[in-house]
């Protein structure tokens, strides 16, 4: 398959939601072009094919969310699991009717403070949701992205759009245009190569079905900050907090049961104090270079959480375009916020190895 690839870094959001465009005639020249691409993308939707697209969190594979045939294209693009289900991208909160039977004032609360952004709600489906795009699960999950070049594409398609990360299934999730073209060409028909994600990490996947609601996937939005809108108690899952060392329970959200976000490289955490951390990599390094192998090391400052998300998938493809064979990376201590979200996706990197110091 020919891929098409085409640049919206031009697209600039506020002179979108004007309807105007208040730029000089070069300027307006770029974003008229990216405005030209992004119909032709949406034409690309509406045949049932598929787009790899920019949002603030990672880049998304979408196509229809209504079309089957489709979405198993997405399944198959990526090699992902078919029991995985995806998420559902709208571009204004009311059309989350189209999705779910039930808008509850739990769900408008959480959607005016925090879309569009970085948090996905599962509801309960509509019937004329295809299973293919839920897993089989009677639950949706909703997000609106927070990205001029997304919002654009779901408007002209005239439809929501399922889309998961947009990398091959098992390696880490694409922050950089160069990561999906890379995974992707030959497989996505069309590619909207953007600037690089703000974000860099997943929405937080919030339950919305469940007697209290609970955090299948933490992102960059803590549960406290979720807490707070709703006035009530917001928990994370079970199987978030064991640092993913198995009791047997089945997952909720069948994402967690998969190795995801994993470099090539054999990938080791150090966890402990920033110091004992920092002497126990450097000493990992020194003996594992001394038998011949290429070590990178992965340490982000505990005071920069929002850079150490938004740089943390790109570091690991870095890593790995300098093939080296082992990866070190210091834990982060935070255990609630932007951090414990990091930590999530590095436990999973690293296949759950981990050294305490
Ligand atoms: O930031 C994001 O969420 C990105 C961008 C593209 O929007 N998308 C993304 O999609 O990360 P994906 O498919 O890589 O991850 C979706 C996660 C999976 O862990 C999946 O199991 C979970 O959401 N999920 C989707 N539908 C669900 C449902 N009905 N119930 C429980 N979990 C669900
Ligand atoms: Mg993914």
Known sequence: MKTEIFDVTK???DVLESGEIHAGRGAR???????????IAAKTIRAGGLVAFPTETVYGLGCDAFNEAAVKKVYAAKGRPSDNPMIVHIAR???VGALTPRITPEFVRLA??????????I???KECVPDATTGGLDTVAVRLPDHPAALELIRASGCPLAAPSANLSGSPSPTKAEHVIR???GKADVILAGSDSRVGIESAVLDLTSDIPTILRPGVLSADVLSEVLGREVVCDDALLRDGVSSGAAPKSPG???RHYAPKAEMLIVEGSEDRVRAEINRLKSLNERLGAAVGVMLFDERAYAE???DFYARLRELDDLGVDLILAGALSDRTGIGFAIMNRMFKSAGYRVVKV
């Open 308 to 310: 150490a998300a938004r």
């Open 93 to 95: 909160a009311s059309d």
């Open 11 to 13: 697209l600039n959001g």
């Open 123 to 125: 509801l309960k489906k």
């Open 29 to 39: 020249r770029d974003m008229d072009e990216a405005l030209r691409s992004i119909r």
């Open 112 to 121: 005016d403070s925090f879309w569009p952004g970085p948090l996905t709600m």
């Open 183 to 185: 995974d992707l060409s």
């Open 256 to 258: 967690m049961k998969y």
